[in-house]
């Protein structure tokens, strides 16, 4: 599970701190929001395995925010685990009951926290999501974000890469650019269809000359991710 992005949602640095340095030291990849709004750009942009969230947030509830990411499809199957002071078993129900997948009460030692994380992520990632997906020697390797071509490894934003990681595993169809938002970026957040194309062109570049005819445009429907020549 090392590799992970987590994102940690507190209104208090010093917490943020100390859990991104447990983290850090355990192998995960950390990033930081003091507020709802912040942590719901940070999740379309990052798309992070896994939320720590606090109960208590400035304006938005981080209850209310576990509600929303759990009703949107783009964010539904981000697992969540609530960070509260609240003991009381009602609250506890409740943090539940929208759909975190665990709850960890202040003061808790970092030790625990990431045995906790481990737990979540584990029954979070279904069987055989994390084998590396290999066509003709591009390898995407969900694992720990990387993605190699003929054994060297690729650099790309993590937009390129999930729309790369969307391609390789629905292979040989033609996917319109609102599909393509809808798939990749989720189907609330209101981006253009023309960013769909620069994203594109991003991500060729990335794959370079050996393996950017992977990614075909079919003129007058989309794209299309194939071995096969167009």
């Known amino acids: 599970m090392a590799g992970k992005t987590v994102l940690i949602v507190d209104d208090e640095a010093p917490i943020r701190e100390m859990i991104a340095v447990a983290l850090e030291m355990a192998d995960y990849h950390c990033l930081e929001a003091s507020d709802a709004r912040e942590a719901h750009s940070m999740i379309i942009d990052h798309a992070p395995d896994l939320i720590l969230l606090d109960w208590m947030l400035p304006g938005t509830s981080g209850i209310e925010l576990a509600r929303r990411l759990k009703k949107d499809e783009g964010t539904s199957?981000?697992?969540?685990?609530?960070?509260?002071?609240?003991?009381e078993e009602d609250n506890k129900i409740q943090g539940l009951e929208v759909g975190a997948d665990?709850?960890?009460?202040?003061?808790?030692?970092p030790r625990e926290l990431v045995a906790r994380l481990k737990a979540v992520l584990r029954r979070a990632t279904p069987q055989g999501k994390e084998t590396p997906i290999n066509i003709d020697n591009l390898i995407l390797d969900p694992a720990?974000?990387?993605?190699?071509?003929?054994?060297?490894?690729?650099?790309?934003g993590p937009t390129e890469y999930r729309l790369l990681q969307f391609f390789m595993t629905?292979?040989?169809?033609?996917?319109?650019?609102?599909?393509?938002?809808?798939?990749?970026?989720?189907?609330?957040?209101?981006?253009?269809?023309?960013?769909?194309?620069?994203?594109?062109?991003?991500?060729?570049?990335?794959?370079?000359?050996?393996?950017?005819?992977?990614?075909?445009?079919?003129?007058?429907?989309?794209?299309r991710f194939s071995t096969k020549v167009a």
């Open 77 to 87: 199957e981000i697992p969540i685990i609530m960070l509260t002071a609240k003991t």
């Open 170 to 223: 629905h292979q040989d169809r033609v996917y319109t650019r609102t599909q393509l938002l809808d798939h990749v970026w989720g189907g609330n957040v209101y981006v253009e269809e023309r960013t769909v194309d620069v994203h594109i062109r991003r991500l060729r570049k990335a794959l370079g000359s050996r393996h950017e005819y992977l990614i075909q445009t079919v003129r007058g429907a989309g794209y």
């Open 102 to 109: 665990d709850y960890i009460a202040k003061p808790f030692s």
């Open 144 to 156: 720990d974000h990387r993605v190699t071509s003929d054994s060297h490894p690729l650099a790309m």
